[in-house]
């Protein structure tokens, strides 16, 4: 079904007339099925923020052994496990480990608590293995999944889904979902606690363009009636740990169900880009597909951003990204190709970090190519998939980021050191 955020209901064709007519919660639901709703918001929340579905399914939720403490592996929000470093940081891809999705998780850098319901976590992750009797659910915060490698069989409460790399999904806070795989797969996650990713507000653009609601998908009803007799386990991230607990039932008994709450997922390639066609740069925001707002106005807590192929048509322009210091935590990932620019070195399922007011840009091998390039109409980024998760954090990096992973490439503040001066102080203006 299509569209964010949109009032959606839905019935497992196997038990038509499932969804109780004209209320939420009957004495006695369709098919002897529990109501119960999932609340993505305060109850309290104005009309247009107010998130929240109804599932009707065969055992509630409750029904569950208590939960355990379990090891977290390299899953952390621990942002004080190293000391700070302002230097640009380049890491290779994530590395390959036989393991599922959740003990697959790495977390590369953070910041913020999500007992307090603020801040980010930014993961890799790389799985070979299915989840067999076991899914996953966080109550810390929303999932923003980039599959790199890998095609995706995510199974949810509200039904299933196939993800693929050019695709993206979002698994918001307090949905079970169990991920299946089909050999090596690798990504990346951006985590947000404390709010909901929207579609970022268009102003002048108008009522058309970047990410169109009706792009976004979500699944159909679909349930299991399955009893697991060895024990069915469900993992719950809570305050920045892993806990499990054992069921006798499969989690996804979800008959039919109601709201506007659901997970989601978007083709990139749907991306409407809105670029200059006379001089200069617009700010790279004209990329952004989702932001998760904070309470100041036009500052988020996180965005992704995406660099998708377009055309370059700027006249006596330096096309490429230009040199930068932020107030902004910038993390780069390369779904495919090359970067535009840094074509040598940043590799896909690589990434990379450029913290607040920490500066970067192209490498000399870029400024020099793109300084006496001629101008003409081209095809930027052809091929090639760059995306963005932008913060106002300052975001702290883990121990696992700068030395369990082994991937930190300690020589790319190198790409910068052929720059070389072209300073003329004879230089003289040449009227066109």
């Known amino acids: 079904m299509s569209g964010f955020g949109n009032e959606l209901s839905s019935e497992d064709p196997r038990c038509p007339g499932a969804l109780p007519e004209g209320q939420n919660s009957p004495q006695v639901c369709p098919y002897g099925l529990y109501a119960e709703q999932l609340s993505g918001s305060a109850f309290t929340c104005p009309r247009p923020s107010n998130k929240r579905s109804w599932l009707y399914r065969i055992l509630p939720s409750v029904k569950h052994k208590p939960f355990t403490l379990m090891s977290c592996g390299n899953l952390t929000e621990d942002w004080n496990e190293v000391e700070p470093d302002p230097n640009q940081v380049y890491r290779g891809s994530a590395r390959r480990v036989p393991a599922h999705m959740v003990f697959g998780l790495h977390t590369v850098c953070g910041a913020g608590d999500a ?27 929303d999932f923003l999944i980039v599959p790199q490698q ?10 299933k889904m ?10 918001q806070q307090g949905m079970r979902f169990s991920v299946d795989v089909f050999g090596e797969t690798r990504g990346y996650i951006l985590e947000v606690y404390g709010a909901h990713f929207e579609l970022p ?26 009893k697991v007799a060895t024990g069915y386990t469900i993992i719950n991230k809570y305050q920045g740990k892993l806990f ?31 670029n200059c066609v006379a001089f200069d740069h617009a700010d790279p925001s004209i990329f952004t597909v989702l932001t998760a707002k904070s309470t100041r106005p036009g ?36 779904i495919k190709g090359h970067y535009e620019a840094k074509e040598e070195g940043f590799q896909p399922g690589g990434a990379s970090l450029h913290s607040i ?25 052809e091929g090639t998939m760059a995306f963005m998760f932008e913060s106002s954090f300052s975001m702290a990096v883990t121990k696992w980021g700068l030395q369990t992973c082994q991937k930190l490439d300690k020589s790319y503040y190198q790409c910068w050191e052929p720059l070389r001066s072209h300073f003329n102080p ?5 009227k066109k």
């Open 115 to 141: 007992k307090s319901r603020n801040g980010i976590g930014i993961h890799m992750y790389t799985c070979n293995t299915s989840m067999v009797d076991r899914c996953f659910n966080n109550s810390d915060g």
């Open 150 to 159: 890998g095609e995706l069989l995510i199974t949810t409460e509200f039904g």
């Open 162 to 171: 196939t993800v693929e790399p050019n695709e993206i999904c979002v698994i």
């Open 201 to 226: 507000d268009l102003g002048p653009i108008g009522a058309n363009g970047l990410a169109s609601p009706r792009d976004f998908l979500c699944p159909v009803a679909w349930y299991e009636d399955r």
């Open 244 to 274: 499990a607990c054992q069921q006798n039932f499969s989690p996804f008994n979800v008959v039919a169900w109601h709201g506007n709450y659901t997970p989601y997922k978007y083709n990139l390639k749907n991306f409407m880009v809105i």
């Open 299 to 334: 500052v988020a807590i996180a965005d992704f951003v995406i660099f998708p192929p377009r055309w370059g048509v700027a006249d006596h322009t330096f096309r490429p990204p230009y040199y930068h210091r932020n107030c902004m935590s910038e993390f780069m990932g390369l």
């Open 357 to 381: 007011m920490s500066p970067h840009g192209p490498d000399a091998d870029c400024f020099e190519k793109n300084s006496t390039a001629e101008l003409k109409p081209e095809r930027v980024a």
């Open 426 to 430: 004879n230089w003289k203006l040449t």
